[in-house]
């Protein structure tokens, strides 16, 4: 196993334009959580699914931002009518356990211009 | 989003030196974390700690849960350059049904060679 694999690894796009990321987590996870981080800050919360149900969302997702899990094996994250405000490190973990450590990806940096 | 307070915010050591840094919350958790991240990768968990008072090691890293539950140290001792990093601690917690990790505000550390 790899490992949680996130794609792509950078992403530039224009403000108002949409974008998706994806997520695989290890295969026997079956808890998936996507995490955003701006500079200097530590990661924040954003959603969380079991198998394919979502289970959490953040105040921080606004109705621009949907995740989805179909299968209850990858995951992706879309944000439509980009802002700049947007512009972080958007975190996928993975867990077998509800209380133990979760594995990071390498996250999907987006920069808004 | 919440976050945890994480003191200090950076050092700068030379390789040899001991290195301590701690986590404090208002609140209560039963589980706590430590991660590094490195520049432009995803947070790499170093340590996870169940229980208040545990005192748990991983090489030259000893991590403590404190008897309070609403903090926890890290120390790293005989630092080497390949310390350098972000490290961020993380609490669980409980909330609106769901178990997740609130992240620190990270300690940076530098190491002199």
């Known amino acids: 196993d790899t490992g949680v694999s996130q794609n792509p690894r950078h992403k530039i796009t224009k403000r108002g334009q949409n974008v998706t990321f994806r997520c695989d987590p290890i295969s026997e996870h079956n808890r998936l959580y996507w995490y955003r981080q701006t500079l200097g800050q530590g990661p924040e919360f954003l959603t969380y699914?079991?198998?394919?149900?979502?289970?959490?969302k953040s105040r921080l997702l606004s109705d621009r931002f949907s995740a989805e899990r179909p299968k209850g094996s990858f995951s992706t994250l879309e944000i439509q009518r980009t802002e700049q405000g947007d512009s972080a490190m958007y975190l996928c973990?993975?867990?077998?356990?509800?209380?133990?450590?979760?594995?990071f990806g390498s996250g999907t940096r987006l920069t808004v211009v | 989003g919440q976050q945890l307070n994480q003191s200090p915010q950076s050092m700068f050591i030379q390789e040899g030196e001991d290195v301590s840094m701690n986590c404090t919350s208002s609140?209560?958790?039963?589980?706590w974390l430590w991660y590094k991240q490195e520049p432009g990768e995803g947070p790499v968990l170093l340590i996870a700690l169940y229980k208040a008072g545990e005192l748990t090691s991983n090489g030259r890293l000893t991590a403590q849960f404190g008897i309070t539950r609403k903090d926890s140290f890290l120390n790293i001792s005989a630092s080497i350059p390949s310390d350098v990093g972000i490290y961020f601690c993380?609490?669980?917690?409980?909330?609106?049904?769901?178990?997740?990790?609130?992240f620190g505000t990270g300690t940076r550390l530098k190491v002199l060679a």
């Open positions: 973990a993975s867990s077998y356990r509800e209380v133990g450590g979760y594995t």
């Open positions: 609140s209560i958790f039963n589980t």
């Open positions: 993380a609490g669980l917690t409980h909330t609106s049904g769901t178990y997740k990790y609130i």
């Open positions: 699914f079991q198998n394919e149900a979502q289970l959490e």
